[in-house]
């Protein structure tokens, strides 16, 4: 069964530097979303993509948070510089073209990378 | 904007006890509602889902949940749990024509033997 695909699936990491994580999403899925879940929280929509495009970034610190999907398939989320708050899990999630056809399709979500933040 | 709110954030219960977990969401359009389980650091799953149709949704797992269109509510419901069905569960909202999901703070379901 095809999978949203993740990495790290864990990160530690000190103040001030910079990660990144990587998503993979399941093949011919042409819209992409990050997530960001918080511990006691549900998930909270970071970025959504279409294809190679960014169409909702509404929620994403753009100072310090960037994302992209250059070919329209794999993604990159990336944090520069982490600080403190910004420890918490980043789900990945994919799904056919949304509302092709008026109609709505499910989002598939990866696993997760848990970032900590010291 | 739409909201979700999961009225309860722990629900201990016994094994083969029924359980109910709880969602209410405010909207002043459509709505597209769904349930989702997450195990302990795992991604999410889709246990069901509500798009239009019978207000009675039946899940994967033995969880049903019934809309409730005057009360706005989408409750979750099993009639026995298993040990198994310890895990968070999150109840989340789309705005009919649009694709971005609002979840709940979710309902942590502790089954005790």
């Known amino acids: 069964e095809a999978e949203v695909a993740q990495s790290p699936r864990y990160k530690i990491t000190e103040k001030s530097q910079a990660v990144a994580f990587w998503c993979d999403p399941i093949s011919g899925h042409a819209t992409l979303y990050w997530y960001r879940q918080i511990l006691g929280q549900g998930p909270e929509l970071l970025v959504q993509f279409q294809d190679e495009s960014v169409v909702d970034d509404s929620q994403l610190p753009k100072d310090r948070f960037s994302a992209e999907r250059l070919k329209g398939v794999d993604s990159t989320l990336k944090i520069q510089p982490a600080e403190l708050g910004d420890s918490a899990m980043y789900l990945c999630?994919?799904?056919?073209?949304?509302?092709?056809?008026?109609?709505?399709?499910?989002?598939?979500f990866g696993p997760g990378t848990r970032l900590t933040v010291l | 904007a739409q909201s979700v709110t999961q009225l309860d954030s722990q629900v201990p219960v016994f094994e083969e006890a029924p359980v109910e977990l709880r969602c209410n969401y405010s909207s002043s359009v459509s709505v597209y509602l769904f349930w989702y389980v997450q195990y302990p650091n795992q991604g999410l799953q889709l246990l069901l889902k509500y798009l239009s149709g019978s207000t009675l949704v039946k899940g994967i797992n033995g969880f049903e949940a019934e809309f409730n269109k005057s009360q706005t509510s989408f409750h979750l419901r099993k009639p026995s749990v298993h040990i198994s069905d310890t895990a968070e569960y999150f109840c989340a909202v789309i705005l009919s024509g649009y694709s971005t999901l609002t979840f709940g703070k979710g309902t942590m379901l502790l089954v005790s033997p």
């Open positions: 999630a994919s799904s056919l073209r949304a509302l092709a056809g008026g109609s709505y399709n499910e989002q598939f």
